[in-house]
């Protein structure tokens, strides 16, 4: 059972645009999420997290939003380089720190 | 190089053969993660040690593999009796245990299994 889900398998973006990369997830309880960037014949790079009792962090042109009564979170990059062109992981933790990752969106930003 | 790496990056084994792969995590990281990921999807959890204890098994893991950290320093994951099924990217992560749950990965072991 996928208990996390990523709905876009792709999406491409102009750079300098807003990208928005969506997660969803079922399990009410998740308390931790995470963002993974990853590039070809590299293992995941962490980007960003937030715990279940925030709604948003930022960090520089990353901004995670957490909405927990829809169970859905979304990762904002903005201005977006042609340096983000990556695959995206949204990741979420359950207790005794088993992570579930979601299947991953293909950002391509076009210059 | 004080990243995560992982030995060796690719191996390749006929199917009932036993292989073993090897992850050296950052030396001040306390916990170890190993994932599989196969084409397509996103890393799934095998299983997390925190120093040399293993505290969490995915329930899919079959009895076939089993990890060991006995030292709590490096990681072998050793699969017995390997099928074609096995083939994916195994991904061992590390982090500390006072971060906030981010884990570094390495760059993977590639198997395949003919």
Redesign the interface.
């Known amino acids: 059972d996928q208990q996390?889900k990523?709905n876009s398998p792709s999406l491409s973006v102009q750079e300098g645009r807003i990208s928005i990369l969506n997660c969803d997830y079922t399990n009410s309880m998740f308390d931790?999420f995470?963002w993974?960037k990853k590039y070809p014949?590299?293992?995941?790079?962490?980007l960003i997290?937030i715990?279940s009792i925030k709604d948003k962090n930022e960090d520089g042109r990353f901004t995670v939003f957490l909405n927990k009564s829809a169970k859905h979170l979304s990762l904002h990059i903005v201005p977006s380089q042609p340096g983000d062109s990556a695959v995206y992981?949204c990741?979420a933790?359950y207790t005794?720190?088993?992570?579930?990752?979601?299947?991953?969106t293909s950002l391509t930003v076009i210059p | 190089d004080t990243g995560v790496s992982q030995n060796p990056r690719h191996k390749i084994t006929k199917r009932g053969q036993n292989v073993t792969f090897r992850c050296d995590p950052i030396s001040e990281h306390n916990r170890l993660y190993w994932y599989r990921q196969t084409l397509g999807q996103g890393p799934e959890f095998l299983t997390y040690f925190q120093n040399e204890a293993q505290l969490e098994k995915s329930r899919l893991l079959s009895d076939r593999f089993s990890a060991e950290r006995p030292k709590g320093s490096f990681s072998t994951l050793e699969i017995q009796r390997t099928e074609q099924g096995d083939s994916a990217m195994y991904l061992c992560a590390s982090s500390s245990a006072t971060g906030f749950y981010e884990q570094y990965f390495g760059p993977g072991t590639r198997l395949t299994v003919t």
């Open positions: 996390v990523q931790y995470l993974y014949a590299e293992g995941p790079t962490f997290s715990s992981f990741a933790r005794g720190n088993q992570f579930y990752f979601g299947t991953g």
